[in-house]
Each structure stands twice: as structure tokens, then as C-alpha cells.
């Protein structure tokens, strides 16, 4: 059986790491505070997805869903997607006038096996792509899997870059893609790389309707 004594030991003890614990917070939220007071400067963000991780098209759409909520107008471009129905394609033909969706890939790269044509097509969503964000009408517009058609040389990276330079001052573009170019990545306002620590293929799992389409 403990004694008075080593009960008001520990009792101290807790005490003690209460305070530790608490005075910690207020230095972060006193660092934190300083950070956003600091943080005056309102634009239009250039974001990357990248890395090999599974995630970087459902971030992007995880904004959209944010986006909407605000009541944003939203345009999105998939580059190489298209050879199956997707939930988020089907989703936006649902909220017609909040989202424009347009599908213009044929699959991957390794599935079409074909480089003129795939270049033929990354130049046509590009071509849509390029009409979105010069539109007024959108606040937030998603280049999904552009990265993949930049990879490949199928779309000029010059010209890519020169566009998300010349975007109007609060136009949001997130682009998706792993291998995301150094340029891209220097040029964005905000990047975030998804690493690959275990995926359902692995284990022979295949797609799942609803977490990958």
C-alpha cells in the first residue's frame, strides 16, 4: 500500500507535468499567433500534390469539397484519367453550376502505349485547361494528373509555367501528379508530397469503388 507520502510524491509529480503542459501551449499558441498575425498577404494559391503515396487527387478534391461549402465555382481537368467511371466525375454531374468536370485523359500511359495520340490528348485538355483558369467564373481550378503529362513531355512545361504565372491574382490552381518538375515545385505557394508506406496492391487487394474510383 502506497503512503501519504508517495501519494503527494506523484500528486506533484502530475501537478508539475500539468503545468509543464500547459505552459508549452502557451508558447505555441503564442507562436502561433504571432505567425498569423504576421500572415497579411491574401492571393490565389498555386498548390502541388506530388509524391508517390496514394492521396493526391483526394486532396485536391478534399479542397473542392471545401470550396463548394463556401459556395466557389469550381473547374477541373483530368489529363490522363478516363478509361474507367469515377464516384468524383459522377458526383460533379450532380452539382451542375458549381463544378465544371471534364474528363479528357484515356487512361494511362501504359495503357495506351501510344505517344502521338497521348500527346494529341494531353494538348486538348490542356487547350481546356488553359480556358478554365482564364475564366472569371472559377475561384478554384484542379489540373489533375498534369504532373504525368509534364513527366512525358506531352504538354510544354514553358508553357505551363508561364500560364500559372499570368493566372489572375485569386484564382486557387491545384495540380496532381507524382514527379511533379522542380520548376513547378519552386514556382507553387504550397506543396505537399504523399509517401508510400503500404498499399492495398500489395496484398493483392484490388481498387476499391470509392477509395481509388
Known amino acids: 500500500m502506497e503512503t501519504d507520502e508517495q501519494l503527494n510524491i506523484e500528486q506533484s509529480a502530475v501537478e508539475a507535468s500539468d503545468e509543464r ?3 508549452q501551449m502557451r508558447r505555441r499558441k503564442a507562436s ?4 498569423k498575425a504576421a500572415a497579411t ?3 490565389g494559391l498555386i498548390i502541388v500534390h ?3 503515396g496514394k492521396g493526391k487527387t483526394s486532396a485536391a ?3 473542392v469539397f471545401r470550396a463548394l461549402g463556401h459556395g466557389m465555382r469550381v473547374g477541373i481537368v483530368q489529363f490522363t484519367k478516363g478509361a474507367i467511371e469515377t464516384g468524383e466525375a459522377a458526383f460533379a454531374k450532380q452539382m451542375e453550376g458549381q463544378i465544371d468536370f471534364y474528363t479528357l485523359g484515356e487512361g494511362y500511359t501504359w495503357e495506351t502505349q501510344d505517344r502521338a495520340r497521348d500527346t494529341a490528348v494531353a494538348a486538348k485538355a490542356w487547350e481546356q485547361a488553359r480556358a478554365l483558369i482564364e475564366d472569371l467564373r472559377y475561384q478554384i481550378v484542379v489540373l489533375d494528373e498534369l504532373n504525368i503529362v509534364l513527366k512525358y ?3 510544354s512545361l514553358d508553357d505551363v509555367l508561364e500560364t500559372l504565372r499570368r493566372k489572375r491574382e485569386d484564382l486557387h490552381i491545384i495540380v496532381t501528379g507524382r514527379n511533379a ?5 519552386e514556382l507553387a505557394d504550397l506543396v505537399t508530397e504523399m509517401k508510400l508506406i503500404k498499399h492495398p496492391y ?3 487487394i484490388k481498387a476499391q469503388k470509392g477509395i481509388e474510383y
Open 21 to 23: 503542459h500547459a505552459e
Open 32 to 35: 502561433y499567433d504571432a505567425r
Open 181 to 185: 518538375k522542380e520548376e513547378l515545385i
Open 153 to 155: 513531355g506531352y504538354v
Open 202 to 204: 500489395k496484398s493483392g
Open 61 to 63: 478534391l478534399g479542397m
Open 41 to 43: 498577404l491574401e492571393k
Open 50 to 52: 506530388t509524391g508517390t
